[in-house]
């Protein structure tokens, strides 16, 4: 076998195409659109080297046409979950045993294909399936998903080329970073098809196997996800792809022996339930398992008196109702100096009632639909409990209708107290309230921003002056994994802004970085020694 010290190319972020009328993108995408609404797929699950269908077929629909039947997929059982760790194992020697170069070329030619042939198919597939506009899909699906690819790919080879800085005479000093000894769980959400495609892939890259279930709503463009990676070379078995319930998932896989870890998105309830799982069972596996998750927030934009009223409206607009105010990291409370409210107020109406609100193939409009009728439910117990509040006011919106599609009008609540309940609990919906607050007590609103949530992903202050940004730097710390200055409070990037906290936020394994693939590898320092002693007596056991 030819051996090398191969540089991987070196990774850039891939550029975001606008979509704006008249470019070839725009034109690519909507044939993209009219080609999956054409047909209706049939989905299986991918276990090993088999396409599993079972004799339970679930309907996809598209969240803002319920009568747009994207396709059926087949929904599997316990048994399947047993099979696809079989199959996980089977591959596993294989696998990690494969040069690194070799799984890295896997993934780096996943990327180009998603960057070329796969781009608008899969941009398509997640507009129709997860409701999103051409813009959010194409940061989303495609530049994203590129990026984690790429930039694992290097982050991999810095990980391998760590190595003790000494090695005195005689002795030469190495480590290796072996895969986790049996296989990892991924579970994904529905929100971000990057998010789905990376939590397993980044997993794999290291030499692990995989199984992954990913949220049933994302399930349409996961199947495209698995297509890529099979042309793209991924041997059959290392990642697993089935479709269950989660507690038949859970029984199985955090029973077994040869479970190793699991990487998660979703809910902070669903990982504390997984994580007191992992513990009741923690004497059956044959090594302590790795637990890496994100599990949402509530996430704050604080405004200083001196900022920019502008960039402040900006940032809440654009930061609480892009992709309906799904995002873990969505601008969902906001705090607001007296002095500034009134005007704001009105530049918020002012482009919020400017919304187009419909479906993802009218690139006219900003607002689609939220995920499903369970999240829409949800959102709208919340939206009519403030109606009825004596501690809150709806200012803007309040409206809905899921007749056609789970439409919810983004809705903004000025809450009379700092800790009414959309100002501390996670709603995952086009829903911002505010708190507003005397310009002098500035001081006092940093702390109740640090106190009245128990999450901690991303947060921003917006203010032109330092002292004010300083001190909120601090006295935000823990607030916030990712914080921002000057900006809204989402929109990392790969590469720039690794993503993840703390708190009831996750474990802050940061996802894009090399933190988070520092996790499913297990470290082995070995010494070798060229003049062994051959004596066991020390010097200073001589004789004077």
């Known amino acids: 076998m030819l051996k090398g010290f191969f540089n991987v190319p070196t990774p850039t972020n891939e550029v975001v195409n606008s979509y704006a009328p008249g470019t070839k993108e725009r034109s690519l995408l909507k044939e993209a659109l009219a080609e999956a609404k054409s047909v209706q797929l049939d989905i299986p699950m991918y276990i090993g ?37 079989d199959a996980a194992l089977a591959a596993k020697e294989d696998w990690q045993n494969l040069a690194w170069e070799q799984r890295a070329a896997i993934f780096l030619k996943a990327a180009e294909l998603i960057s070329t042939k796969y781009r608008y198919k899969l941009n398509a597939a997640t ?9 959010q899909a194409e940061i989303d699906a495609a530049c994203e998903l590129i990026d984690f690819l790429r930039f694992n790919v290097k982050y991999m080879t810095e990980i391998y080329q760590q190595q003790p800085p000494v090695s005195p005479k005689g002795i030469w000093n190495r480590v290796e970073q072996r895969p986790l000894e049996g296989f990892v769980f991924a579970l994904t959400p529905f929100n971000f098809t990057a998010i789905a495609g990376n939590l397993p892939t980044c997993v794999a890259m290291m030499g692990n196997v995989v199984v992954w279930k990913p949220s049933n709503a994302q399930v349409y463009s996961a199947n495209v996800l698995m297509e890529i990676f099979k042309e793209a070379g991924l041997p059959d078995g290392v990642i697993n792809l089935v479709y269950v319930d989660g507690p038949d998932a859970g029984d199985v896989i955090f029973k077994h022996p040869d479970f190793a870890g699991i990487h998660f998105t979703g809910s902070t309830g669903v990982f504390q339930d997984i994580w007191k799982t992992i513990g009741e069972n923690i004497h059956r596996y044959k090594t302590y398992p790795r637990i890496v998750g ?101 200012i803007i919106g309040g409206e809905y209708d899921k007749s056609k599609g789970y439409y919810i009008n983004p809705t903004v609540i000025v809450a009379k107290k700092p800790d009414y309940e959309t ?43 330092r002292y004010a940004i300083a001190e909120a730097s601090e006295k935000l710390k823990n607030a916030a994994g990712n914080f921002y200055i000057n900006d809204k409070c989402t929109g990392a990037v790969v590469g720039q802004q690794p993503f993840g906290g703390a708190r009831g936020s996750g474990t802050n394994d940061k996802a894009g970085s090399m933190i988070n693939l520092l996790r499913w590898v297990s470290p082995r320092t070995i010494k070798e020694t060229f003049s062994p002693d051959t004596n066991y007596r020390y010097p200073f056991l001589s004789e004077e």
């Not at 708190?435 to 921003?460: H, N």
């Open 49 to 85: 080297s088999e396409e599993i269908r079972t004799n339970k077929k679930v309907k996809i629909t598209a969240p803002h046409d319920h009568k747009l039947v994207l396709g059926h997929y087949h929904y599997g059982t316990k048994k399947h979950v047993k099979d696809a760790i």
């Open 127 to 135: 507009m129709l399936g997860q409701s999103k506009s051409p813009y």
């Open 294 to 394: 994100e599990t949402g927030g509530k996430d704050f934009i604080v405004v200083h008196p001196s900022a920019d009223i502008q960039v402040v409206n900006t940032a809440l607009v654009r930061g609480a109702f892009e992709y309906q105010g799904q995002k873990c990291s969505a601008a969902s409370r906001a705090y607001i100096p007296k002095s500034m409210w009134k005007e704001l107020k009105k530049l918020m109406e002012r482009d919020i009632k400017s919304f187009k609100i419909g479906p993802v193939d009218d690139f006219s409009n900003f607002i689609n639909a939220v995920i499903d009728e369970k999240s829409f439910d949800k959102i709208t117990k919340y939206i009519d409990r403030a109606k009825n509040a004596k501690d809150a006011d709806i």
């Open 423 to 465: 100002l501390s609990e996670e709603l995952f919906g086009p829903v911002l309230t505010v708190y507003v607050y005397e310009d002098k007590k500035f001081s006092e609103v940093l702390d109740i921003v640090d106190q009245t949530s128990i999450y901690a992903l991303t947060g921003s202050i917006i203010s032109q002056d």
